[in-house]
């Protein structure tokens, strides 16, 4: 069972940077629509269509380039978590300690026995937080680019991850071993990696539009787990139930990661009417990702440490289909930013509809700016110090270890 030391341990790793899927396992599975990178798009709760003015816009709103005015070169990561960071240091000891003392055998009832007492304590408490806590959630969104004119590049990645856990139940992630509750322990996991390289060109039309459109270079990576463990002791003699009927009292499969890549294109829009109100200069943006709809081929890879004879799935195979954003932004007196967005209004690839919306403010000839918005379910705040040739941005929530993002761009 020596698999089990990699599994959990990928547990550990799932639980900073990666993702799960309920009682089915694939990338299919998960969320795989925009994860929204960017520290001034964080400090503005996500509404980023229409304020970049850098390199990031090639993988935000392709038409946005021509806001870019220089040169500029941004480097930056967000990330965003469901749940508090500090909450599961205790976890992933626990989970190290159940790892680090289960044995490559378990031959006797004695072995059974001495394992069983020895991972119990934490057993108990990584169940405790699992019935508090079902599913960690997440996703870390760095990009990089360079933009030149009308014309840009950036690389991106979106990693989104979920860990699903499940207490007293026999067999919830359909391993096709039932286990005997209450002292039962399942959970599933895995993470989805898209990570895009992508050129762009905007141009302006007459009556204030303007489009833009990006070609991406998509590789999607994917890796995951699912694992069960059964302590039950219904006659009180410390040998687990299930290890008395002649089942592994940890079983379960590791996923392999695997990979493909894909082309795909983004279209972006962005309209200034002609006309404007005399308090205000309005912009619109609509944003139409993946246009042209990609099939990513995943064969299923299984480590050789897994438990033989489990059921798999036939492949984990996936499609990048279109997703739909809009957004507008109220300009007043050059020094203050209002933006409301709904992303992926067509609630797309393993995604939700989301709401975005924001305040940014300029201080001291435009050199410092405080941000404030709600990121789809979160409020968040940012700062920005602009010092000409390098922008440097800082954005979290309220509670920074659920949600936070730092970036800097030169522009010269």
């Given at each position: 069972?020596?698999?089990?030391?990699?599994?959990?341990?990928?547990?550990?790793?799932?639980?900073?940077?990666?993702?799960?899927?309920?009682?089915?396992?694939?990338?299919?599975?998960?969320?795989?629509?925009?994860?929204?990178?960017?520290?001034?798009?964080?400090?503005?709760?996500?509404?980023?269509?229409?304020?970049?003015?850098?390199?990031?816009?090639?993988?935000?709103?392709?038409?946005?380039?021509?806001?870019?005015?220089?040169?500029?070169?941004?480097?930056?990561?967000?990330?965003?978590?469901?749940?508090?960071?500090?909450?599961?240091?205790?976890?992933?000891?626990d989970l190290e300690t159940i790892s680090d003392e289960i044995?490559?055998?378990?031959?006797?009832?004695?072995?059974?026995?001495?394992?069983?007492?020895?991972?119990?304590?934490?057993?108990?408490?990584?169940?405790?937080?699992?019935?508090?806590?079902?599913?960690?959630?997440?996703?870390?969104?760095?990009?990089?680019?360079?933009?030149?004119?009308?014309?840009?590049?950036?690389?991106?990645?979106?990693?989104?991850?979920?860990?699903?856990?499940?207490?007293?139940?026999?067999?919830?992630?359909?391993?096709?071993?039932?286990?005997?509750?209450?002292?039962?322990?399942?959970?599933?996991?895995?993470?989805?990696?898209?990570?895009?390289?992508?050129?762009?060109?905007?141009?302006?039309?007459?009556?204030?539009?303007?489009?833009?459109?990006?070609?991406?270079?998509?590789?999607?990576?994917?890796?995951?787990?699912?694992?069960?463990?059964?302590?039950?002791?219904?006659?009180?003699?410390?040998?687990?139930?299930?290890?008395?009927?002649?089942?592994?009292?940890?079983?379960?499969?590791?996923?392999?990661?695997?990979?493909?890549?894909?082309?795909?294109?983004?279209?972006?829009?962005?309209?200034?009417?002609?006309?404007?109100?005399?308090?205000?200069?309005?912009?619109?943006?609509?944003?139409?990702?993946?246009?042209?709809?990609?099939?990513?081929?995943?064969?299923?890879?299984?480590?050789?440490?897994?438990?033989?004879?489990?059921?798999?799935?036939?492949?984990?195979?996936?499609?990048?289909?279109?997703?739909?954003?809009?957004?507008?932004?109220?300009?007043?007196?050059?020094?203050?930013?209002?933006?409301?967005?709904?992303?992926?209004?067509?609630?797309?690839?393993?995604?939700?509809?989301?709401?975005?919306?924001?305040?940014?403010?300029?201080?001291?000839?435009?050199?410092?700016?405080?941000?404030?918005?709600?990121?789809?379910?979160?409020?968040?705040?940012?700062?920005?110090?602009?010092?000409?040739?390098?922008?440097?941005?800082?954005?979290?929530?309220?509670?920074?270890?659920?949600?936070?993002?730092?970036?800097?761009?030169?522009?010269?």
């Amino acid at each position: 069972m020596r698999w089990l030391e990699v599994g959990c341990g990928l547990v550990v790793l799932v639980v900073a940077v990666t993702a799960g899927f309920g009682q089915q396992v694939g990338p299919k599975f998960l969320d795989r629509s925009f994860q929204r990178p960017g520290a001034r798009a964080l400090g503005m709760g996500g509404a980023y269509l229409l304020a970049t003015d850098d390199a990031t816009a090639v993988a935000w709103n392709p038409a946005g380039l021509v806001n870019v005015k220089r040169f500029t070169l941004p480097v930056e990561v967000t990330g965003r978590a469901k749940f508090d960071v500090r909450d599961i240091q205790d976890l992933i000891d626990d989970l190290e300690t159940i790892s680090d003392e289960i044995p490559t055998q378990i031959n006797t009832q004695e072995d059974a026995k001495q394992v069983a007492k020895t991972i119990r304590a934490a057993f108990n408490r990584v169940s405790d937080f699992s019935r508090r806590t079902p599913i960690l959630s997440g996703s870390l969104a760095p990009v990089g680019g360079l933009s030149f004119g009308n014309f840009g590049l950036s690389i991106s990645s979106g990693l989104f991850f979920k860990v699903q856990t499940y207490t007293g139940q026999a067999d919830p992630i359909g391993l096709g071993i039932n286990y005997t509750p209450p002292d039962t322990l399942h959970a599933v996991g895995g993470v989805v990696s898209l990570t895009s390289a992508g050129v762009a060109y905007a141009r302006s039309l007459p009556a204030g539009l303007t489009l833009g459109a990006a070609i991406r270079g998509v590789r999607a990576d994917f890796l995951g787990f699912r694992v069960g463990l059964s302590l039950t002791d219904t006659n009180g003699d410390d040998v687990p139930d299930d290890f008395v009927d002649g089942k592994d009292i940890v079983a379960g499969t590791l996923f392999n990661r695997v990979d493909s890549s894909r082309f795909t294109l983004d279209i972006g829009a962005i309209w200034e009417p002609p006309i404007q109100p005399p308090t205000a200069k309005l912009r619109y943006a609509a944003v139409v990702r993946n246009v042209l709809p990609v099939k990513f081929n995943l064969p299923v890879s299984i480590n050789p440490d897994s438990t033989p004879g489990l059921p798999l799935p036939s492949n984990f195979n996936f499609r990048l289909n279109p997703e739909i954003d809009l957004g507008v932004l109220a300009e007043w007196k050059g020094r203050t930013n209002l933006v409301f967005e709904l992303h992926n209004i067509t609630s797309s690839n393993g995604g939700d509809m989301t709401v975005h919306a924001g305040v940014e403010h300029w201080l001291a000839g435009d050199v410092f700016a405080v941000r404030v918005g709600y990121d789809d379910d979160r409020p968040v705040f940012g700062l920005g110090i602009n010092l000409k040739v390098l922008r440097i941005d800082l954005a979290a929530g309220f509670k920074p270890k659920e949600r936070a993002a730092v970036g800097i761009s030169l522009r010269f």
